[in-house]
């Protein structure tokens, strides 16, 4: 293969930078384009301007548009793609790449530079974008000639949506954009020192069918990498074939359906009662595409530690980093579930899924409506409305755990969120780049209303491309998962965690969205059978909350399940303020003490 195009000229035609550019990404299929231009992307912009294959979306920000092809990723399997300038511009990216690089979600982000020779002059609108996305980044580069750009880009898109997806960055000085080279798109990448591996290793996948064969207390704890595998299909036959209880993390969410009896919902933090009870005392733990996060593990010395513990996982590094694991299968979970499935028999669980269905009767997902708005009754009519048919992407905060809690995730690339990182305004962005990506299904933005604040700016691009968002700002007029904290162990010192909010409609009116408010529970279900029924373009609707709700069950950080405090009894949780944390101040937590009812648990 010729390193340099414009060794072999018959190969192709003489182009700039900025053309080569434009033409990699139309060989790479890239149907849309998120972006801001600047000095250093003028002349991409230029050889943009004449490009009809590919969608420029100009955003109002550029973490707008790294957010916005996350979204379009999570919703599609493909990359998302990003264009941004030097200096602000890129750095105004980082937050975008941190985030996908925590969530292996796959992106290309390509920033302006200044010219070769002015790198490291403090040159106008200059930074050191490779150095700063170094850490957060799969890989980066710096193309230094032209002649290197094409095989760059077709790098850059194999790195960032192989093996453990993930975010990747091209840094383009000025100047090499305007030179010229023959453009010769290569068919193949040779990477001799990146092969992901694929195909789980089969002695280690006799070793996990060995082990599961002989539970009696199974649980499939799922992650993310399940559905970036698209390895949902078969998670749901090997439960069901093993009568295993399933319990999935925030990103696993949509893998295994909710309503399956099997399904435990959530775990963790902010998980179900009965999932960590379950993880807490099942003999065999199958972990599938997840990375044993801390917001899931709690301390992890004590999680799951009566398990044998089984990881999939198609990162090597991922293995027994966070927890030790006794049989690692490195592998792409599709194809390493496939080869399972046929090695284990149907378990007898039924002892164990006695037990749990207890659990799941005592300690059930709750809240008592009144007439102030419970956040959780308007995520569950969302559900209830929408028969799990949309895709739901929210911020980050207490509405984003009623969400993953209440609204009954039934299929794969449906729920997107942030989650390694957290990112609050992630929603609105990323909402908007998932309605570029996908048509067939509703999409619904929702967002509390502390992070609406974060990127409310895209409200302009959404209404611009009359892009049919339903806008959902759950308001209770707090920073609310950080002022729960400051309740629970903080001994409710509230240190700036009360927002004076703008008129939110009037707000969604400005960018010429049609806007409306509920502030009773009655108004509820009729706003959003309005919302979803809006036939063209966006709609906004807020709902005012109860101010003082939280979030249950909750295991504090670093703790164990002995620790986890469940939602308090609902004759007292009015969700007008009055309800709430007498019962549950910390150290007064309800013990578990439950081994006795466990069978065959000594
Ligand atoms: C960019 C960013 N800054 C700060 C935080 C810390 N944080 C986590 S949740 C939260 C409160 C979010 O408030 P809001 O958006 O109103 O959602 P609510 O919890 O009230 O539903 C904050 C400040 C964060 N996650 N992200
Ligand atoms: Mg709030």
């Known amino acids: 293969m010729a390193r ?34 600047g000095g250093a992307t003028i002349g991409v912009y230029d050889a943009l301007h004449d490009i009809s294959d590919i969608k420029h979306v100009l955003t109002r920000h550029e973490q707008g548009a790294t957010h916005a092809a996350e979204g379009y990723a999570k919703a599609t399997g493909k990359p998302g793609v990003v264009l941004a300038t030097s200096g602000p511009g890129a750095t105004n990216t980082v937050t975008g790449i941190a985030d996908a690089f925590m969530d292996s979600i796959p992106l ?16 106008f609108q200059e930074a050191d974008i490779v150095g700063i996305t170094r850490p957060v980044t799969k890989h980066n580069y710096l193309v230094r000639d032209v002649r290197e750009l094409a095989r760059t880009i077709k790098e850059a898109f ?74 949902a299909g078969e998670l749901t036959a090997l439960a069901r074939k093993l009568r295993c209880p399933v319990t999935t993390t925030l990103h696993g969410l949509g893998s295994f359906p909710e309503h399956d009896p099997l399904a435990l919902g959530m775990l963790g933090m902010h998980g179900t009662w009965y999932s960590n009870m379950a993880v807490n005392f099942c003999d065999v733990l199958i972990a599938v595409g997840a990375r044993f ?34 049989v690692p299968i490195v592998g792409d979970v599709k194809r390493v579930l496939a080869a399972l499935i046929d090695l284990v028999q149907p378990l007898e669980t039924a002892d164990w899924l006695t037990t749990i269905g207890a659990w799941k009767e005592e300690h059930p997902l709750r809240y008592r409506n009144g007439e102030e708005i419970r956040a959780q009754y308007v995520i569950q009519k969302l559900g209830e409305i929408t028969g799990g048919d949309a895709i739901v992407v929210t911020d980050v905060g207490q509405h984003q755990m009623w969400a993953a809690q209440f609204f009954n995730f039934s299929r794969p690339r449906t729920h997107i969120t942030s989650g390694g990182l957290g990112t609050m305004g992630f929603s609105l962005p990323a909402a908007m780049g998932a309605v570029f990506g996908r048509r067939d299904l ?18 302009a691009t959404i209404v611009e491309h009359r892009l049919p968002v339903k806008i959902f700002v759950i308001n209770n007029g707090f920073l609310g998962m950080v002022r729960q904290w400051q309740e629970l162990f ?57 101010p003082e709700d939280n979030v249950y069950p909750m295991i504090p950080a670093g703790q164990t399940v002995n620790e986890m405090i469940d939602t308090p009894d609902p004759a ?16 007064k937590a309800r013990k578990v003490s439950v081994h006795a009812a466990v069978p065959g648990h000594a």
């Open 572 to 587: 007292t949780q009015a969700g007008n303020g009055e309800a709430r944390i007498e019962k549950v101040e910390k150290g």
């Open 158 to 231: 194999f790195i960032a949506t192989s093996g453990r997806p993930g975010p990747v960055l091209v840094d383009l000085p000025k100047d090499v954009m305007a030179q010229k080279a023959y453009f010769d798109y290569p068919e193949s990448v040779a990477l001799p020192t990146y092969a992901p591996i694929l195909d789980g290793n089969i002695r280690q996948i006799r070793k996990a069918a060995e082990l599961i064969n002989s539970s009696r207390r199974p649980v499939l704890y799922v992650g993310g990498g399940t559905i970036l595998s698209d390895g």
């Open 4 to 37: 340099h195009a414009e060794e072999t000229p018959a190969a192709g035609r003489l182009m700039t930078g900025a053309e080569i550019f434009v033409r990699s990404l139309v060989a790479e299929k890239v149907e849309v384009l998120f972006g801001y231009p």
């Open 490 to 546: 903080w001994r409710r010192r509230y240190s700036q965690v009360a927002l004076a909010n703008p008129d939110f409609v009037k707000l969604a009116e400005a960018y010429g969205c049609p806007a409306s408010r509920v502030t009773r529970t009655a108004g509820v279900e009729e706003a959003i059978r309005a919302a979803m029924a809006h036939a063209e373009g966006p709609v906004f609707v807020e709902f005012v909350v109860a």
């Open 293 to 326: 996060d801390d917001r899931v593990t709690g301390k992890t010395e004590a999680f799951a530690a009566e398990a044998k513990k089984i990881h999939i996982d198609v990162d090597p590094a991922a293995i027994s980093k966070n927890v030790k694991v006794d």
């Open 108 to 123: 290309v982000v390509f920033t302006g530079q200044v010219p070769l020779r002015l790198i490291g002059n403090d040159a």
């Open 442 to 459: 509703p999409v619904i933005s929702i967002s509390g209303d502390g992070g609406f604040q974060m990127n409310s700016q895209e409200m």
